[in-house]
């Protein structure tokens, strides 16, 4: 019998060029917005159109490295709409929102696809339970809350998923969130506090916790001992930003997600040696750490203000949803409490079918990835984006329990991540579909072949 072809293995792409061609862009865009600071009054305006226009031309160019820019500004949640209309966007987000343009006009003239992943069912689903629960309780903060979750549950995932027809090019969005996340870890600790650059210590712990995540992946993949000596110091000095920043729900996500990777890869020598690296750098870490911070982050009594919040959010989310088993209170409530708890949070906003129905988003995206990795070798470039997927969702989904999970920087990470993930299932799809097609003409040939040769001998009986 003919045997099955082996999965094929992609080769690495080479970035050269498109970096120095993106670092270019980057430059003049700095130029051009350092001159409008020293000429003009109010120079937002000139700057948004410059970088509006620049950022598209990338995006058109060179989609996998506007993507990339995407992932390596998501740690910067700072909002940067300057107030205009009821869009809060990050740069991150401005930058995936303008990816999707970019996007639909390639699909609208036919050059890209429209592939969905199997969580799209229960996604419209939830989105249309938010939509019910909120016009009850309407506010202006549910309109901001709705585009947000239209960012990460269908601009992100179908951007990533479609408009780069390579996924494995999407790769090199990991390495610029590595920059990120060792810039951020730097500053962090030279600064001596990790509310820098008007970000939160958790949220920048969250989009540490993602780093440490990538790092580890690739770390375990790189082939040259240089490359892998580079992304060990990286991942050292995420890690050590990681714990520095005291957010205890990033330890979590990041725990998480490293556990993921891991069971994800399956061999005992990858685990051995992301042990060996992790474990001494996390004492050292913790020996170092000044002892303020130390008794912080050990102090779970109940009667400490941190902890304190959590469970008062959690006892207002109950009382809501005994109040509103159904509908709930709609999704306003996230940007009117302290929402650390995703499970009763999401409860009081929408009921039980918004929780049924959101956990039904993760269950079906989580099941894509674990079925879509059985078909791709494990030296592929495309699995360690599968890996990573279902890391950082696994990742955010716990840090929701014990934190905030509608933040952003990284849920926009993990959705993205849930996008590349779908292209590639769609691409495993196509193969093996192709694959059976050529199994049933090779059994056809074979059967038709026996049949001439019966022909030819003539049957038993005569």
Not at 273 to 285: D, E
Not at 368 to 378: A, C, E, H, L, W
Request: aromatic share 12%; net charge positive.
């Amino acid at each position: 019998m003919q045997p099955i072809p082996k999965p094929v293995i992609v080769s690495s792409y080479k970035y050269g060029r498109d970096i120095a061609a993106t670092l270019a862009v980057v430059i003049v865009i700095a130029i051009i917005a350092y001159g409008a600071s020293l000429s003009l009054d109010d120079p937002i305006g000139i700057d948004a159109l410059v970088f509006g226009i620049a950022f598209l031309g990338l995006a058109w160019r060179m989609p996998h490295m506007a993507l990339g820019l995407g992932l390596a500004l998501a740690p910067m949640q700072n909002d940067v709409s300057a107030g205009l209309g009821p869009f809060k966007l990050s740069m991150g987000e401005l930058c995936v929102f303008l990816c999707f343009l970019v996007y639909m006009m390639k699909w609208f003239s036919k050059e890209c696809e429209m592939k969905w992943g199997p969580f799209l069912a229960p996604m419209l689903v939830y989105l249309a339970v938010c939509v019910s629960s909120s016009l009850t309780h309407w506010a202006d903060e549910a309109g901001t809350a709705f585009l947000q979750m239209l960012i990460y549950f269908i601009v992100a995932p179908v951007t990533y998923a479609n408009l780069v027809k390579k996924p494995e090019m999407l790769i090199i969005g990991y390495y610029m969130l590595i920059g990120t996340c060792v810039f951020l870890a730097i500053s962090g600790i030279a600064h001596g506090t990790f509310y820098i650059y008007g970000l939160h210590k958790n949220g920048v712990g969250s989009s540490l916790g993602c780093g440490v995540v990538v790092a580890t992946e690739l770390f375990l993949v790189l082939k040259k001992p240089s490359h892998r000596a580079y992304m060990g110091i990286c991942l050292a000095i995420i890690l050590g930003g990681l714990i520095f920043s005291t957010s205890r729900g990033a330890w979590i996500s990041a725990l998480v997600g490293y556990f993921v990777v891991i069971g994800t890869r399956g061999k005992a020598k990858s685990i051995f040696q992301a042990t060996l690296v992790l474990v001494p750098l996390i004492a050292v870490f913790w020996i170092v750490l000044p002892d303020d911070k130390k008794a912080y982050a050990t102090d779970f009594d109940s009667k400490s203000r941190n902890i304190s919040a959590r469970y008062e959010t959690i006892d207002a989310a109950r009382n809501l949803f005994y109040a509103n088993p159904i509908f709930g209170v709609g999704i306003a409530l996230r940007k009117n409490v302290d929402a650390t708890n995703v499970f009763w949070i999401t409860l009081a906003e929408t009921g039980v079918q918004g929780l049924v129905s959101l956990a039904a988003v993760h269950f079906f995206c989580l099941a894509m990835i674990y079925r879509t990795q059985k078909f791709v070798s494990r030296d592929d470039p495309r699995f360690s984006l599968l890996v990573l997927g279902g890391a950082l969702l696994w990742g955010k989904i716990m840090h929701g329990v014990v934190d905030h999970y509608w933040s952003r920087g990284p849920l926009l990470i993990a959705w993205a991540g849930a996008g590349m993930a779908t292209r590639i299932f769609h691409n495993e799809q196509d193969r093996l579909k192709r694959l059976r097609i050529e199994i049933m003409k090779y059994h056809r040939r074979r059967l038709k072949s026996r049949a001439a040769k019966v022909e030819m001998l003539g049957s038993p009986e005569q």
